[in-house]
């Protein structure tokens, strides 16, 4: 793959070998978690009986325990580094998913306290050096390139897992799933020994890191952090459910729906990969023109009724995610990486606003849900992603 694209000048320069490694973790990480991007809310919303408040108080308590240990923990990963800290993310996500494996009705006061510590934890320690790495490895005129690629290779994953999932709930059941999900987190496990030590030091105590959070100079990127988290979690959590009720509980069309309408996107994502790579001009179109079509997506979902409905209005939610996001994560990254020794601080910075997003937006709906059917709720996705658009044309991040 590396000497295709090198031959054919996709990228323009040689991709390092820190780059290739994180590549393939998180490509083999996202294929374990694609098994269960659709269907972990679904299992958790059947084990509590349909009961939705359910789930979202679960996803709540996971975001506002992150949010706490990357407050106040961030200075512990300056002791162990982050290439071990990736490599203990991979061993908590294996525990994770046995720990579904084990779970019935007799060990539930157990094992789903210690799951969403595990969760929390791995958020924690994956999220915050993958995203500091993969900032200082990837090259400025490549950042795109490496984006598009990278969701490329995603989309395939993308592809195959749910349709895989949903079979295998059918035919063998849940756990099984979870058992294939632990053995595949094992197998990530590989690059990291080729991925090499970053020295990054995280200097802020916890009130600079508050103050700087609240600090007027940084409102419009701490606001558009959050409102990514607040959009994003509606597309983890209430997404898969409500389409798991329109279509009846039949896993196997929840997988094939997902698998169809992601092969239809693929394509485009080249496209976009490459256009990320052009001027700041060019990239803040893309987030503005892609952002207002994907909340317009996210609008269409609210009148969704039938199987027809959630193929087509996906397919547009995707390809406007590919429009929106890819630019958007492109310019994310290259803010990080003009950060210099401040990028781990910005990392944290973000991962904060983030769960804060996602922990405001579960208060939200866990309140509308008693008054509210699942479809009105993504009239919240829609008003988050318009904000998220407008916060980024102001963007500004002072962290020095």
């Excluded at 779970?103 to 915050?128: E, G, M, T």
Aim: with cysteine.
């Amino acid at each position: 793959m590396h000497n295709h694209f090198q031959h054919h000048k996709y990228f323009k320069k040689k991709i390092p070998q820190g780059l290739k490694a994180l590549f393939v973790n998180y490509v083999i990480i996202d294929l374990a978690a694609s098994l269960f991007t659709m269907f972990l809310p679904i299992f958790l919303f059947e084990f509590f009986n349909k009961n939705i408040q359910a789930v979202f108080c679960y996803y709540l308590l996971v975001y506002l325990l992150t949010l706490l240990i990357i407050i106040f923990w961030s200075r512990k990963l300056n002791k162990f580094g982050f290439r071990r800290a990736l490599k203990i993310s991979i061993f908590i996500s294996v525990l994770f998913y046995l720990g579904f494996y084990y779970l019935n009705q007799d060990n539930l006061f157990y094992i789903i306290p210690v799951s969403i510590i595990l969760f929390a934890l791995r958020n924690f320690l994956y999220w915050i050096p993958f995203n500091v790495d993969f900032a200082k490895f990837a090259d400025d005129q490549d950042r795109g390139k490496t984006m598009g690629l990278l969701e490329i290779v995603l989309s395939i994953t993308g592809t195959i897992a749910p349709l895989v999932a949903g079979f295998i709930i059918g035919k063998l059941g849940f756990n099984f799933l979870f058992l294939l999900g632990a053995i595949i987190f094992v197998m990530s496990f590989i690059p990291l020994f080729k991925l090499p030590r970053t020295k990054e030091k995280f200097s802020w105590s916890v009130s600079k890191t508050i103050r700087k959070i609240f600090d007027k100079k940084n409102k419009t990127a701490a606001l558009t952090f959050f409102s990514e988290g607040a959009e994003g979690v509606i597309f983890v959590v209430v997404w898969p459910i409500f389409v798991f009720q329109i279509l009846k509980g039949n896993y196997l069309e929840v997988g094939f729906i997902s698998t169809v309408t992601v092969l239809i996107v693929i394509i485009a994502q080249f496209f976009v990969g490459k256009k990320s790579d052009g001027s700041a001009k060019s990239k803040k179109n893309l987030v503005k023109y892609g952002g207002f079509s994907y909340a317009l997506a996210w609008f269409l979902k609210a009148f969704i009724l039938t199987a027809l409905h959630i193929f087509v209005i996906d397919i547009f939610h995707k390809l406007t995610q590919i429009f929106y996001k890819i630019p958007l994560n492109t310019l994310i990254f290259e803010k990080a990486a003009k950060q210099k020794h401040l990028i781990d601080e910005f990392t944290v910075f973000r991962e904060i606003c983030l769960n804060a997003g996602k922990i405001v937006m579960l208060l939200a709906i866990l309140g509308c849900s008693f008054y509210l059917s699942l479809n009105w709720l993504f009239i919240f996705g829609a008003l988050f992603s318009l904000f998220e658009v407008f916060c980024h044309r102001n963007f500004y991040c002072s962290l020095r």
